[in-house]
């Protein structure tokens, strides 16, 4: 590994209590080849709907359920990738020219690898992204985010930054840690 950051999540602060105490998540760029991203969620586990294993593919809509995201920019430009990583083991990929202005063609990008450990009050979903599937640029920006959802439906937003009047994972304000 050449170079990693690690921080903690924050919930939007108008969220309800929920069942997840803390969030830690880590990005490590392991080689040219490839970034690691680590999110650790600790608290009543049995409270979280977690979406169960599937095989792993492209889908849409995984940031309604329990899902980990990473937003990655360049500083300076408007532009930004968006990965959703869900713990069933599907993902999505997306590409912004600005903020929330989707890029409508094919992100055609090697798919994320995506690995989930359950411990006892702990999930752990590891994520390896390709080089090829980053923003070209150093330094590079990153929105770290969580969404999780109780078993009686109610969403919380994670995030390391809440910039917006309400949870807004598509600032940039919010993209707060830089990997060289």
Known sequence: MTAAATAQL???PASPPGPIDSIAATIAREDRDSLRLRFELV???RQVAVPSRRAARMADGLWAH???EAFIGI???PAYREFNFSPS???AIYDFDDYRIRRHDECAVPAPRISVTH???RLILE???DAKAVTHGSPLQFGLTTVVEAL???LSYWALRHPGARPDFHLRDAFTLTLP
């Open 10 to 12: 924050r919930p939007y």
């Open 43 to 45: 608290g009543n586990l």
């Open 66 to 68: 329990t899902c980990c």
């Open 75 to 77: 500083p300076g430009s």
């Open 89 to 91: 083991g599907e993902w």
């Open 119 to 121: 411990e006892a009050g």
């Open 127 to 129: 994520a390896s992204i």
């Open 152 to 154: 009686d439906g109610t």
